[in-house]
């Protein structure tokens, strides 16, 4: 930290030492960056210590000076697992991405731990106040304050995220009016999502948990069971396409769907842990097929429907 101390002295009256400390106040500060979509939250722990001169003595007599006085500190972040608690006093938050703190102050009044006369709040404690509010620079009381150092973190977690590498069509195959009739559904086609997940600093491992799920807008408003879907563009009467596990056909493995982009009733068809490897695509398995709603309604046309698959992250 280097300054060039003006005038030497209060009112006149020959003050010969300059003072370093930190805008810390002696406690940690915690820094809280969010994402702006709410999905993550970091905490950076950061402490600092003068580790060079807290005390200087101008030299020259009293005046304006040129010369230019100095010190070091030392700062240090880290960031932590899991929330801090009983720190609110201490905590700064953002969702921009970068929060200031100031390691470093020059008082030519008094060390750190001193106050002005008559005043119980130390020189430390108004310059970490200061730092708290992000105080303008005009803000700093001169009378106290020569100059400060302020340092911006800026913090960009390279977070996991998952997306199909390509959009799909699902052909199904023509289904016999009287297989409808008699079992309420006919096979179609199965298909299978492509999935890329990581995250920019190519890490291979998934830096959160993250769970995938259907969503339609042409989900069926009278289908409690969350699974046919049947939109506008749909000729055909009483039947509607749902969706399975490829793996396993039963009644018990339908793929139930969301009407938002909420999760909903719908269900879970991607579930990556995190620390989980995420190094290869991700493929899910699917099949989609006719299902009749209306059966005393069925009759023959085309079935159309669409669906977007949905990511969860936390």
Known sequence: MTCAYGN?????????????????????????????????????????????????????????????YQTQYTLRAELLDSPPTGVETYTKTTTAGALSVIPAVMSGTGKGSSSPFLSSKTYAYR???????????????T???LAYEKITIQFEPKETTCNMTRDMTVKLPTAPLKTLKTNGKANGADFTIPLKCGNLAGISTSTRNVKAWLSSNDLLSTDTTYQIMVNDETTAGGVGIAIRSQYFLGDSDEVKI?????????????????????????????????????????STGIVVATAQIMFGYD
Request: no cysteine; glycine share 10%.
């Open 143 to 145: 009378d106290y304050f």
């Open 8 to 68: 030497v002295g209060i009112g006149g009256i020959a003050q010969d030492h300059l003072y370093y400390f930190t805008g810390f106040n002696g406690n940690p500060v915690y820094l809280n960056f969010k994402s702006a979509d709410g999905d993550g939250s970091y905490w950076i722990k950061v402490t600092t210590e003068i580790t060079g001169d807290t005390r200087v003595t101008v030299s020259g007599v009293v005046g304006i000076h040129s010369l230019s």
């Open 258 to 298: 969301s009407s938002s982009n909420d999760m909903e009733n719908a269900s879970q068809i991607l579930d990556i842990s995190k620390g989980d490897d995420i190094g290869d695509i991700q493929y899910i398995r699917l099949h989609a097929y006719y299902k009749v709603y209306n059966a005393s309604a069925l």
């Open 127 to 141: 310059a970490w106040s200061n730092m708290m509010s992000d105080a303008s620079r005009k803000s700093w009381d």
